[in-house]
């Protein structure tokens, strides 16, 4: 399942590369909320290589509204963000990636984020470890906040989440600095092969998250909600971080 779902990112991610730059449409979700018809031509490539080969599990999937159940038997479900940084895309920002996952009764089995213009594979599997384009991947060493570079995301709603200002302050003048890339799923890819350190972000769905969940705990960092409890891929927010500045980050995300 782990080559069918590597073969199947980097298929879904030629499309992205072929059609970036070259978008003549774009349209609105929300306010601020894109979507492209790369997005929509990776995703219906994704589903139907699903559905063909797996024609008994169900597909959770960002464009198709929510959730395509097809069967469902034996409790395997795929997640999958087709294009993570749509707003990049958009805008020709070289920052984006295909993302997707596979849930057996609950549990993240596989991820694999994927991105076209490095040619970046990130892979894992349940209990065999993480890698980067084949290679095993730790998370970073870096145990000070101080010393630690983080990573965040801004929510489309973010007009409605009053706690994020100050999150974001707290962390940019206790850390060496934060970045915004604009892509979830990359953000926490990076934190998985050790480029960040940490993560945090509120309002992400469950195809932002599901890969990079077990990409970071498969290389050996930890992935919580803000309180320390465990995380759940469908209730944001996330804080994932190498494990060593964990509680640090924490203390600021109250
Ligand atoms: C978005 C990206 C972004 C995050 C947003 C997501 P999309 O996904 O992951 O980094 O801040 O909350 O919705 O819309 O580009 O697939
Ligand atoms: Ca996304
Ligand atoms: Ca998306």
Redesign the pocket.
Known sequence: MLNFAIETARDAGRILLEKFGRIDTVTKKGDI?LVTEADLASEALIIERIKSHFPRHSILA?EAGNAVVIGGEGGHKWII?P?????NYAHGYPCFCVTIALENDGEIVLGVTYDPTRDELFTAEKGKGAALNGKPMRVSSTDILGNSLLVT????DIKQREDFARHLTELLLNSRGVRR?????L?MAYVACGRFDGFW?E???PW?VAAGKILIEEAGGTVTYYDGSQFSIYRPPVCASNGLIHSEMLGYLK
Do not use: K
């Open positions: 909320n960002e963000d294009l993570d940084g749509t707003t995301g801004f929510p489309y890339d604009g892509s979830a799923a953000d972000e309002g992400l769905n932002d």
